[in-house]
């Protein structure tokens, strides 16, 4: 199974300001990796996928790189509504998987 | 538009089952592979299960592998998870996912999600 580990576990950041968040797979993903939002009481929504790609309806603050093992996400600008849980999640591999999440908070 | 719609969830004893339908509309639901995907109170996302849209070929986490089956209508547009033998760290709210693409699990569509809760 591969192990993604997502980091910081927690961010705490201003509106406005640059989020970076990271995952890590145990073993190489290609560019199989998607990143999610989910905020309180919701169901996940889709942002980022095979790797770099923004989901239909996704604003541009949000980007995505890596490849292999190491892989980011990226909120140019954080809006109020940014403040949530972030998960990476690969489908390179059986059994699919996701990461611990990074929850970005406001400072 | 397209619409997932999770039932079944309950209070369930450990050692029991349960069976949790998702109705699908708004696409051609024999075209795509399904997911279950499951979120334990105040934890992360756990994927559970995946179909293929014929049914012929599953797909199962180590943590329910053997107690959990995956399966589906495609006459009804409907998925179905039976969960037997079923464990206090099973509860959680299962969410039904579809992906972006027939064959890709890239789970863009979600439904509200439907609670199950294991507990004597």
């Known amino acids: 199974e591969i192990v993604l580990t997502q980091s910081p576990a927690t961010l705490s950041l201003s509106p406005g300001e640059r989020a970076t968040l990271s995952c890590r797979a145990s073993?190489?993903?290609?560019?199989?990796l998607a990143w999610y939002q989910q905020r309180p009481g919701q169901a996940p929504r889709l942002l980022i996928y095979?790797?770099?790609n923004r989901a239909t309806g996704i604003p541009a603050r949000f980007s995505g790189s890596g490849s292999g093992t190491d892989f980011t996400l990226t909120i140019s600008s954080l809006e109020p509504e940014d403040f949530a849980v972030y998960y990476c999640?690969?489908?390179?591999?059986?059994?699919?998987?996701f990461g611990g999440g990074t929850k970005v908070e406001i400072k | 538009e397209v619409q997932l719609l999770e039932s079944g969830g309950g209070l369930v004893q450990p050692g029991g089952s349960l069976r949790l339908s998702c109705a699908a509309s708004?696409?051609?639901?024999?075209?795509?592979?399904m997911s279950w995907v499951r979120q334990a109170p105040g934890k992360g996302l756990e994927w559970v299960s995946a179909?293929?849209?014929?049914?012929?070929?599953?797909y199962y986490a180590d943590s329910v592998k053997g107690r959990f089956t995956i399966s589906r209508d495609n006459s009804k547009n409907t998925l179905y998870l039976q969960m037997s033998s079923l464990r206090a760290d099973d509860t959680a709210v299962f969410y039904c996912?579809?992906?972006?693409?027939?064959?890709?699990?890239?789970?863009?569509?979600w439904g509200h999600g439907t609670l199950v809760t294991v507990s004597s």
């Open positions: 996912a579809r992906g972006i693409a027939p064959t890709t699990s890239y789970f863009l569509h």
């Open positions: 708004g696409f051609t639901f024999s075209d795509y592979t």
């Open positions: 179909i293929v849209s014929g049914g012929g070929t599953t």
């Open positions: 073993q190489s993903v290609g560019s199989s």
């Open positions: 095979d790797a770099s």
């Open positions: 999640y690969q489908r390179n591999n059986w059994p699919l998987t």
